[in-house]
């Protein structure tokens, strides 16, 4: 489809209009003005792609600077099913800015024009709720869920559905819109099986993600919606960790599909984020909610550890753990600012991490390094060294807003912006 396009995205141009439009250098450096003015002349095959490319995403060009535009276009190349074509965007220099620190894998298009349009999530799914990764049958897959009730399993090298989405969120007891909700979703192993644990209306479910079947009946207990999942082994045991609008976090064992104990209370208002790590060498869970405050959980005596942390002024929608410099961590996200936990001490480390401009609505970190990956309703992707407490280069911007990210084993990111999936990987 690209054929005719500047493999080196520099340079002399094909001539005449068609090929300006056809050259990456070109709709990464010119102004928006002038590609826009040049879009309705476009004729071939290839110029008609890059106008759709571009006016997929024109909201963003114009205010945005060429480094900006580059990581834009190629995602949205990616979205348009062109893979080649974003590469080659992605290789365009651009004066006085570094070279693209991250390449677009692949991206579901389901609002570009039809003619380009690569699969999309759902066919009437709502924006992407969660996402998560895991290992199929010795493949890295990327899961997400959308809000309609529905979750799919993606290859992520293949960039391909795998099997058929889940549809089982519902609720017998009601036929209600809300009881279709897909609200949260984390991944683990249970008995040899990869598995993904969905939060709903009132219910949390688990999933082979190798045959795409619910495993045994929902778990019950949580009265309204389940916000949060996070899950962990305990004393070698698979459990989830859910938290929701009753104001509980709540602890299941996923082998025999029962709770363990009485719920943990202490929040006062709905819990809407959750996370587990090891510290001291037990398991423990940090949840954050409306209340604004961090709580640490014992999770071998469900017991609160600690007082609750505070610090944040709006709600707490995101929460990650790592481990910095040897000591385990706890990333907290709310209204514009991250905070980071010394989950030892109960100290907040550094200064809040400041630069999005809207709700941190998810986070996660790479596994093995001290980073930190979070994404906002201000459509941007920010990655952090917790390290030093200093964003790594520019921001990556999306179309849409950003509900949910995660981070695969082997560094690639999987981002969930509006209705659609994109995975990214560092060049």
């Not at 009601?174 to 939060?199: F, H, I, P, Q």
């Not at 929040?267 to 209340?291: K, L, S």
């Not at 596994?367 to 920010?382: K, L, Q, W, Y």
Request: contains cysteine; hydrophobic residues 40%; negative net charge.
């Amino acid at each position: 489809m690209s054929d005719d396009l500047n493999v080196d995205g520099v340079g002399a141009a094909p001539a005449g209009l068609d090929g300006r439009l056809a050259d990456p250098g070109f709709l990464v450096n010119a102004s928006p003005e002038e590609v826009l003015g040049l879009l309705d002349a476009a004729s071939g095959p290839a110029t008609q792609l890059a106008g759709t490319m571009y006016q997929a995403s024109a909201h963003l060009h114009r205010d945005a600077t060429a480094g900006v535009r580059r990581q834009v276009l190629a995602l949205d190349a990616a979205r348009c099913g062109d893979r080649e074509l974003s590469a080659r965007i992605t290789a365009v220099p651009v004066e006085g800015e570094p070279a693209a620190r991250w390449g677009v894998e692949w991206a579901t298009g389901s609002t570009v024009d039809d003619r380009f349009r690569q699969e999309a999530l759902t066919e009437d799914s709502d924006r992407v709720r969660a996402v998560a990764t895991a290992a199929v049958d010795g493949r890295p897959v990327a899961v997400a869920a959308s809000g309609t009730k529905t979750v799919r399993v993606w290859d992520l090298d293949a960039g391909q559905r795998v099997g058929e989405p889940t549809t089982g969120q519902r609720d017998s007891e009601s036929s209600t819109r809300r009881t279709d909700w897909v609200c949260t979703m984390a991944t683990t192993e249970a008995n040899g099986r990869s598995m993904a644990v969905t939060g709903g209306w009132k219910t949390v479910r688990a999933w082979d993600l190798n045959t795409g079947e619910q495993v045994g009946e929902p778990l019950v207990g949580h009265n309204g919606g389940v916000w949060a999942v996070a899950t962990a082994l305990v004393n070698g045991r698979p459990i989830a960790v859910t938290g929701g609008a009753d104001r509980t976090v709540r602890v299941w064992n996923l082998t025999t599909r029962q709770p363990v104990g009485e719920p943990l209370t202490g929040h006062t208002g709905p819990v809407q984020a959750a996370a587990t790590a090891m510290v001291n060498n037990r398991p423990i869970a940090v949840t954050g909610g409306v209340d604004r405050t961090v709580r640490v959980w014992d999770l071998t005596t469900r017991q609160p550890v600690g007082e609750p942390l505070t610090g944040h002024t709006g709600a707490i929608r995101a929460v990650a753990t790592a481990v910095v410099e040897g000591r385990p961590v706890a990333v907290t996200g709310s209204q514009q600012s991250l905070l980071v936990w010394d989950l030892i001490t109960h100290q907040q480390i550094g200064e809040p991490l400041t630069r999005h401009a809207g709700w941190v609505a998810a986070a996660a970190v790479v596994d093995g390094r001290p980073v930190a990956v979070t994404g906002s309703g201000d459509a941007t992707v920010r990655v952090w060294d917790l390290a030093s407490g200093q964003q790594m280069g520019e921001e990556l911007a999306f179309p849409e807003r950003v509900n949910a990210v995660a981070v695969a084993s082997d560094g690639r990111l999987v981002v969930g912006f509006g209705r659609e999936l994109a995975v990214l990987t560092r060049c």
